[in-house]
Each structure stands twice: as structure tokens, then as C-alpha cells.
């Protein structure tokens, strides 16, 4: 196998299992805020609903996790031996977060394995619920640390290259470099996002399907409510990783706004399709893309005309971003008008076809979890590290990497069926309504 | 103590740990799915759920912990076990994801079916071997560098006696490790029947594993004659571990301390890896890699020592609290509470 080859598919195989990974991961993040929510609730109201939501939810939750965890193991080695170049020179700048993540998962490990066995331990109940706060903050820390190398990669900072040697390392700088903050926001807020708008997608398909429970409207209308918040908060972060992207990374954002020419009060494109150059059909707002950037409607906005060639991105990454934002201002929209649809009493939020909307929303908040990492990764291309190491000399020169993404593409598929065929068959051989007497007739006293 | 020596221990510690623990496991789904096939299931499997159940995911994070802080400490490492590793690794990573990811669906999802069970059993003892290949590559030989990059010769690694020992050991050294601290484990539960059945395993895997480990140490003779010799050298480490092999075996033998056997097992097993860490010093991969020349800069190594010791000060209060509700809660143990999962 020649080394081009060897990049080719290297980048097709990480591309995979981050996908892949990323639903899990996504969800393993968000999942246990939602839990600790609907326990807490629960509690707080003396509502068995809302404790019983929590515990079906961690139920789902392992499952998910089980994934997460070992796909997460397999891109964390991947790294190694599909970018050995790039490995061993990040691993001299960014490991510390790395090291930190490790820790972070840790924590959430031992604390899970605790919390799924003490739901019947505990007399008080919010003694069971502070297990789960260890679980929370070591899922969301995973992701923080995770993000942190991520931002590194696009702009990376803490060390100098003096003949070809890293001198004067920063580990500390190297961690708060300048996408870091703005991406780390964004990625543990979507996750949030995109766990409450699967978790509500859930509750709204059981509620299509005949189950009439207040359970699930109790369900519904707390992930909503959540779902809203968050995707709110990532439309303001939105705006902020704009301005980022246009002070540190101007190719990527005039690649993703397919902005050609440097220019002042530049209009957002959204939509439309490139021909030969051509931008056709495309909605253009005028000025938008200079308030996006620099708040101002008269700001220079640099084109991809100060770019030399091969160090200009994919174009086809405009299509991600418009996937991602136009899901994202969707779902806001979606949910703001459930909520106020539900505090009028407007009729048609409860309708049928409503319905069918929020369980789209589940699908389609995690597209947008998937069309938001490849505009970041495609969007960072030429580069694995932005400016310094360019991906085509930091793959491995290995000639069995096209084996080796056959045998994943297996695994991935093991996994994902199962996942789902497992998790269908736990919650429909236990129904939310027969759990529900069970629990009745055993506060009741007639266990037998 | 150097820099480089802090963080290969602090590597070393839990790539201790990580062996210990993935034998216990490994160990114990092969016993689980072997007395499934041999119609003895009703005796050993409660036991083994309920030791499993509340850990299993703490051991993959040993794993985890160990390659992150290898590339963290020792960044060039990235780069040779990366190129080489490439084949072998990703078959471990691919059978220790469906092994992890099944345990939950079966555990959890309710998705019981015999051929989990026995594939379950089997993937205990496959990943154990290709990690295995892990140790043998890092004694050089198998290694050669072509266009300046290095290149895994597959061939002389399938045909060397010294590769095919140590996946011999792996697999040997996990079932007396499991064997042992099932034990224990069992008479802790106050199970008669399994820890009659368990001893017996633990009795008849002590002779292979102490064999075969030191088949290794005759192997290295002709393979690594400058490792053979730094081993020999260490041979008072050995010959304590070996005290403490017969003390495992004495007490298990007559049927008594088996909390003590285990911790003897555990100070043999530490003392041969010391040695063994020791005696490989200052290589990390033969001839081309040492501890020194594959180091981390400076304010990395400080800052990885700091996490380091910070972390631990949150981990080890976790992991006492995680033991002391299961593994040592005697009511947890002989399954008179009915902490059921979610």
C-alpha cells in the first residue's frame, strides 16, 4: 500500500468511529444531567413519575454508556496507531488534558457502578441522587478535556518551534488556547441539547403509539423544557464561535459562508449550491455575516482570496454548517412553540402530526451532532494541527489500515444493532404502566 | 529520582493494576462460559455476576489510563508502538469492545443466550494474547526499520518461541490469578460448593503459570541475551516471588487464609513485574527506544505528575467506597441484599 493510500484510509476510519462514537458519547454526556433532573424533581415534587423516569432512563443509559465506553477506548488508542507522526508530536504539548480525561472518566466509572446497584439502598433518597453527581460531572469533564485537545488541534498554542525542536512547552497555554473556550461551550451545551431532544422524541413516540400515560406528558414536556433551554444557549454560543472563527480561523469560516472575496458588509450565505464557482440559489442576508464576525454591518470579513490554494478547506463543509444551523434553529423553534402551546392550551401542540415533529427532532438533533464534527474536522483540513502538521504526513505508514477499517466497520455495526435491538426489547418487555402497578401493589405492602 | 523514573513507575503501577484486575475478569468469564459447557453453571455463575457487576467498567479505564499516560510521558512511543502495534492492537480493541459492550447488553438488556456466555469466555483468553504481543515486540527482534520508519515483521513474531511463551503465560497466569481470587471471593460469600470448585481450578493452574513463567526467563536466553543477563542479575526478586507463589499454594492447598493466599499471589506477581520492569530498564523498545531519548519535556512531565497525583486523591477515596459497598459489604457478598441494578 503506498503512504497516500495509507492517509486515505486512516482518515476514513477515524472519520468512522468518531461518527460513530460521537452518538454515544453525545449521549452519554447529556444523559446523566437529564436523570439527575427528573430524580431531583421526583423528589423534590414526592412525584413516583419522575423517580421512575430517572430510573428508566439510567436503565437506557448503561446501555449507551457500555458503547460509549468502548468505542471511546478504541479511538483513544486509534490515535496512536493510525497518527503516530502527529501523536508523538502532540503528545509533548496537549497530553495533560488528555491525562485529565482519563481521570474524568475514572470518576464517572466507579460512581456509575455505584449509583445503577443503590437504587434500593437508601432510606433518604437524595442520599442516592449525590452518586450521581460524580457521574454528571465526570461524563460532562470527559467531554471538556476531550474538546480542549480538539481546540488545540485548530489553534494551536503553548510551545515554539525553533530547527525543526519544541522549546518553551506550556501545557497550561497549550490547554487555554483560543478556540478552546468557545468550542468546549458549544460541545457540552449540544450535548445537553441533543440528550433532552432524544430523551423528548422518546416520550412523544410512546405517546403516537397509544400510551396515554401522564408519565410520559410529564416526560415530554420536562425535555422539552430543557431541550429549549439548551438549544437556546447554542444559538448565542453560535454567535460566539463566529467571532472566534473570524479572528483565528478565517479560511474555515469563509469556506463554511462561502465568502470568496475579502470585503466589507459581507451577507451570510445560507443554502444554494456551487457551480463552477457559481454560487446559485442561495438565500443571501445581507450584512449578516460582518455582524456574525465583528458585531459591526461595515466589518471586513476575509474572503478565501487570501488564501493560497492548498491551504483553503473543502467547500462542500457550507452544506454541514447549513445542516447544523438550520437543525438547530429548528429544534429552538419547535420547542419554544410546544411550551407556549402548552402554557395557552393551543390544541394542535398535542396533535398527531405535532407529535411526529418532536420524534423527527431526536434524529435530527443527532445529524446535527454529526454535521457539526465534520464541519470542524473537515473544516481544519489541509491541517491535523493547524499551521504546523499538515494530515497527510501525520497518518501511519502501516499497509494494513484498509484491513483494519474493514474490521471496524464490522464492529460498528455489531454494536450498533445490538444497542438498539436490546435497548427496544428492555422497554418494551417492561412497560412504563406495568412497572408503574408494580410499584403501586409494592408501596401497598402485597409484594407477593 | 529522575523525571523519566516517576512516570514510568506511575505507569507501571497501573498496568500492575490493569493486569491484575483484566485477569480477575478475563479469568472469570472463561470459568463462567467453561462451566456453562460443562453443566456446572447453577454452582459458579451468581457468583461470578455478582462479583463482575458493579467493576466492569472500572478495568477497561485501567487500560485506557495506561496508554494515554504512555504517549503523555514518553511521546516517541506514539510513534514506534503506533506503526507497529497497528494489526495486533486493533484486534484487542475490537475484542475488548464487543466483550465490554456484550457484558452490558446481557447484563443489563436482558439479552441471555449461551453463545454470549461461551463467546464471552473465549474473547477472555484472546485478548490477553494479543496483548501479549505487546510484551514480546518491546524485547526487539521483531522490529525493523525501513525508509526510516518501523515496520513489524509478522513473521519472525509467529515463529519465535519467546513470543509464543508469553501468550502461553498470559493465558495461564490469568486463570490461577482469576482462580485464586475467586476463591477467596467465593468463602468470603460463604458458597461452599464454588469455592470447592474454584480451589480446584486455582490448585491445577499454579503448576502451568510458575512453569511457563519461567520458560520465559530460558527463552530470553537465546532471544535477549543482554535482558537474560540484567534478569539474573535481579534473581533475589524472583526467588521471593517464588516464596510467595508456595505461600499462595500452601494456604490454598489446606484450605485456609484464603484472603492472605490472594495478597501473596498479588506480592508474587508485583515482585516478578518489578523485576522484569527493572531488568528491561532503560529499554523501552529493544535496541531503539529508552526511557530517555523517548521522554516528555520537562513542564509536561511536571504537569503529568501533578494530575497524576491529584487524580489519585480523588480516585482512591472512589475506589475504597466502590469496594467497600460491594466487593468487602459482607450483606452485598453472600447476596442477602437485593441490590438489584436500576
Known amino acids: 500500500m503506498g503512504n497516500e493510500e495509507a492517509v486515505f484510509f486512516s482518515r476514513v476510519l477515524t472519520e468512522l468511529t468518531l461518527s460513530f462514537h460521537i452518538i454515544y458519547a453525545t449521549i452519554g454526556v447529556g444523559i446523566p444531567l437529564m436523570i439527575m433532573i427528573a430524580q431531583w424533581v421526583g423528589i423534590k415534587k414526592q412525584d413516583e413519575h419522575y423517580i421512575l423516569l430517572a430510573r428508566r432512563w439510567t436503565r437506557g443509559f448503561v446501555i449507551t454508556v457500555a458503547v460509549g465506553v468502548v468505542t471511546g477506548t478504541a479511538i483513544g488508542l486509534q490515535l496512536s496507531l493510525l497518527w503516530p507522526n502527529f501523536m508523538q508530536l502532540a503528545g509533548n504539548v496537549i497530553a495533560l488534558p488528555l491525562f485529565m480525561e482519563t481521570f474524568a472518566f475514572f470518576f464517572e466509572a466507579i460512581f456509575l457502578g455505584i449509583y445503577i446497584y443503590t437504587w434500593d439502598r437508601f432510606e433518604n433518597q437524595k442520599k442516592h441522587l449525590l452518586l450521581l453527581i ?31 525542536q519544541l522549546v518553551d512547552v506550556s501545557p497550561i497555554l497549550a490547554m487555554f488556547n483560543p478556540a478552546m473556550p468557545t468550542k468546549v461551550a458549544h460541545v457540552v451545551v449540544t450535548a445537553y441539547m441533543t440528550s433532552a431532544f432524544v430523551l423528548a422524541a422518546i416520550g412523544a413516540f410512546r405517546l403516537l403509539r397509544g400510551s396515554n400515560s401522564t408519565y410520559h406528558k410529564k416526560a415530554l414536556f420536562l425535555t422539552m423544557k430543557l431541550g429549549f433551554i439548551f438549544s437556546a444557549a447554542t444559538a448565542l454560543l453560535g454567535d460566539f464561535s463566529g467571532k472566534y472563527l473570524a479572528e483565528y480561523q478565517p479560511e474555515k469560516l469563509a469556506a463554511a459562508e462561502w465568502h470568496f472575496e475579502t470585503g466589507k458588509g459581507a451577507p451570510l450565505v445560507l443554502y444554494g449550491v456551487l457551480d463552477n464557482g ?80 418532536i420524534v423527527l427532532g431526536g434524529p435530527l438533533s443527532i445529524l446535527a451532532i454529526e454535521a457539526g464534527w465534520w464541519l470542524d474536522e473537515v473544516g481544519r483540513q489541509p491541517w491535523v494541527l493547524r499551521g504546523i502538521l499538515r494530515t497527510e504526513h501525520a497518518a501511519t505508514t502501516s499497509g494494513q489500515v484498509d484491513l483494519m477499517l474493514v474490521l471496524f466497520a464490522g464492529l460498528y455495526l455489531v454494536l450498533g444493532v445490538g444497542s438498539v435491538v436490546v435497548l427496544w426489547r428492555m422497554f418494551r418487555k417492561n412497560t412504563v404502566e406495568q412497572e408503574l402497578a408494580d410499584r403501586a401493589s409494592e408501596k401497598a405492602g402485597d409484594i407477593f | 529520582m529522575t523525571l523519566e523514573i516517576i512516570g514510568i513507575s506511575a505507569l507501571g503501577l497501573f498496568l500492575f493494576g490493569y493486569i491484575i484486575i483484566a485477569s480477575i475478569d478475563f479469568g472469570a468469564g472463561f470459568f463462567n462460559a467453561f462451566s456453562t459447557v460443562t453443566g456446572k453453571q447453577h454452582i459458579l455463575t451468581k457468583i461470578i455476576q455478582r462479583y463482575l457487576s458493579p467493576v466492569w467498567e472500572v478495568t477497561n479505564v485501567f487500560l485506557v489510563f495506561f496508554f494515554v499516560g504512555m504517549v503523555g510521558f514518553f511521546p516517541k512511543t506514539a510513534y514506534y508502538f503506533g506503526t507497529t502495534l497497528l494489526v ?138 543482554e535482558h ?94 466502590l469496594l467497600k459497598l460491594f466487593l468487602f459489604n459482607k450483606e452485598y457478598v453472600q447476596g442477602n441484599r437485593n441490590d438489584e441494578h436500576a
Open chain 1, 278 to 357: 457559481e454560487v446559485k440559489y442561495a438565500l443571501k442576508i445581507p450584512y449578516a455575516l460582518s455582524i456574525l464576525a465583528h458585531e459591526v454591518p461595515s466589518a471586513e470579513v476575509i474572503g478565501l482570496d487570501q488564501f493560497p490554494k492548498d491551504e483553503v478547506p473543502p467547500l462542500y463543509i457550507h452544506y454541514l454548517f447549513d445542516t447544523m444551523v438550520t437543525i438547530g434553529m429548528w429544534m429552538t423553534m419547535l420547542s419554544f412553540v410546544y411550551i407556549l402551546g402548552i402554557w395557552r392550551h393551543w390544541r394542535f401542540v398535542l396533535s398527531r402530526w405535532f407529535g411526529w415533529l
Open chain 2, 228 to 321: 537474560y543477563q540484567r534478569l539474573l542479575d535481579l534473581w533475589w526478586l524472583f526467588g521471593l516471588s517464588v516464596v510467595f507463589f508456595a505461600g499462595t499454594v500452601f494456604f490454598i492447598w489446606k484450605r485456609r487464609s484464603y484472603g492472605l493466599a490472594f495478597w501473596l499471589l498479588v506480592g508474587q506477581f508485583a515482585l516478578a513485574f518489578l523485576a522484569y520492569g527493572a531488568s528491561h530498564y532503560p529499554y523501552l523498545l529493544y535496541p531503539y527506544l529508552t526511557l530517555y531519548d523517548s521522554f516528555t519535556n520537562q513542564s509536561m512531565a511536571i504537569a503529568l505528575i501533578v494530575a497524576f497525583i491529584a487524580g489519585l486523591g480523588l480516585l482512591l477515596p472512589s475506589l475504597y467506597l
Open chain 1, 134 to 164: 460524580p457521574v454528571a460531572l465526570g461524563a460532562s469533564f470527559s467531554a471538556v478535556f476531550i474538546t480542549i485537545v480538539n481546540a488545540f488541534m485548530n489553534a494551536p498554542r503553548g510551545f515554539d518551534v525553533v530547527n525543526g
Open chain 2, 88 to 225: 495486533p492492537a486493533s484486534i484487542a480493541l475490537i475484542l475488548l469492545a464487543i466483550r465490554g459492550a456484550y457484558y452490558a447488553f446481557t447484563t443489563y438488556g436482558g439479552l441471555k443466550h449461551k453463545r454470549y456466555t461461551i463467546l464471552y469466555g473465549l474473547t477472555g483468553l484472546f485478548i490477553p494474547a494479543s496483548l501479549s504481543s505487546v510484551l514480546s515486540i518491546s524485547e526487539g527482534g521483531f522490529v525493523k526499520i525501513e525508509n526510516s520508519a518501523p515496520v513489524l515483521d509478522y513473521w519472525a513474531l509467529f515463529t519465535s518461541p519467546l513470543s509464543w511463551s508469553i501468550v502461553v503465560l498470559s493465558l495461564t497466569a490469568v486463570l490461577y490469578i482469576s482462580a485464586v481470587f475467586l476463591t477467596w471471593y467465593a468463602h468470603h460469600a460463604k458458597d461452599e460448593e464454588a469455592t470447592n470448585l474454584l480451589r480446584k481450578y486455582a490448585l491445577s493452574w499454579a503448576g502451568p503459570a510458575i512453569i511457563t513463567a519461567a520458560g520465559i526467563i530460558f527463552e530470553m536466553r537465546t532471544h535477549n541475551p
